[in-house]
T-cell receptor, first 110, second 115 residues
């Protein structure tokens, strides 16, 4: 089983749509979670950290369920510029090693 | 805004040659990392580095790989004898510390092609 598993995608949605990505992690020692976005042939860039209480940043909402070892990302009112690959990332406590999921590709169409 | 920088952006080498990939982490960061991403695959952790020593490494990071902080600003990844399967994008990252929810900032990557 993969350590971090994401929806395989791809997701093709119209502008303005709401889209949700799911991610599960298998290592119960994981303590910190992030969503990164990666544009084609570019470096991963932090989109948002994921906190136990859930957190929101504009159109983006992240949720964490530690009991189910599940993380989600919701994008509301999607824009063309949201087209990218979204990477779910888990880290163990106080450790730098980040484990990435395979990524879920989103294409937002006019 | 401070950034992680990497050089070169592209490197082509012959199998069996040594390559050195260079990174300049963000200046007040203390933790440094190397990741790689083979084309079409996921980002994979290679090694983390703190206080002039390796703090963690993956099974990918075998004896052919080494890291060094030769001075106060550079962080390098050396591949001693490159193989075809080393062809990938190599990302350097840095963070202030390794605390929970500490963000790692990634450089733009070096695309390595081994022929």
């Amino acid at each position: 089983r993969k350590e971090v598993e994401q929806d395989p995608g791809p997701f093709n949605v119209p502008e303005g749509a709401t889209v949700a990505f799911n991610c599960t992690y298998s290592n119960s020692a994981s303590q910190s979670f992030f969503w990164y976005r990666q544009d084609c042939r570019k470096e991963p860039k932090l989109l948002m950290s994921v906190y136990s209480s859930g957190n929101e940043d504009g159109r983006f909402t992240a949720q964490l369920n530690r009991a189910s070892q599940y993380i989600s990302l919701l994008i509301r009112d999607s824009k063309l510029s949201d087209s990218a690959t979204y990477l779910c990332v888990a880290q163990p406590q106080n450790a730098g090693k980040s484990t990435f999921g395979d990524g879920t590709t989103l294409t937002v169409k006019p | 805004e401070p950034e992680v920088t990497q050089t070169p952006s592209h490197q082509v080498t012959q199998m069996g040659q040594e390559v050195i990939l260079r990174c300049v982490p963000i200046s007040n960061h203390l933790y440094f990392y190397w990741y790689r991403q083979i084309l079409g695959q996921k980002v994979e952790f290679l090694v983390s580095f703190y206080n002039n020593e390796i703090s963690e490494k993956s099974e990918i990071f075998d004896d052919q790989f080494s890291v060094e902080r030769p001075d106060g600003s550079n962080f390098t990844l050396k591949i001693r004898s490159t193989k075809l399967e080393d062809s990938a994008m190599y990302f350097c990252a840095s963070s202030v510390n390794s605390a929970d929810q500490e963000t790692q900032y990634f450089g733009p990557g070096t695309r390595l092609l081994v022929l």
